[in-house]
């Protein structure tokens, strides 16, 4: 017997529930925006303040964050030229599912 999907099938592609799953699965997605919590850093900050990633890895998830309208960029002039990442409205709606799952994870582990 084939598979069919329906319109309501939580297996499709564009399912809301496994596209958020699929963004805050990915290894470094909800690291950075939790570190982003307290306002726009650095890559250098927000690399020193996580720990563990590379630089190339912080940069292809800030690139994926702003794609995916969570993050935003702002270059800043000057000598030499700074850059600093923050969170959208949208991004910050993220800390309150980010901060439920952790707890879980501590309430898990015990």
Known sequence: MWYVTTPTDPFLADCRARLAFDLLSHTWNAVVIWSLREGPLRPVDLRRRIGGISSKGLTETLRRLQTNGLVTR??????????????????????????????WGLRVRR
């Open 74 to 103: 702002q270059a800043h002039p000057g000598s030499p030229p700074r850059v600093e990442y923050g969170l959208t409205p949208l991004g910050r709606t993220l800390l309150a599912p980010i901060d439920a799952v952790g707890a």
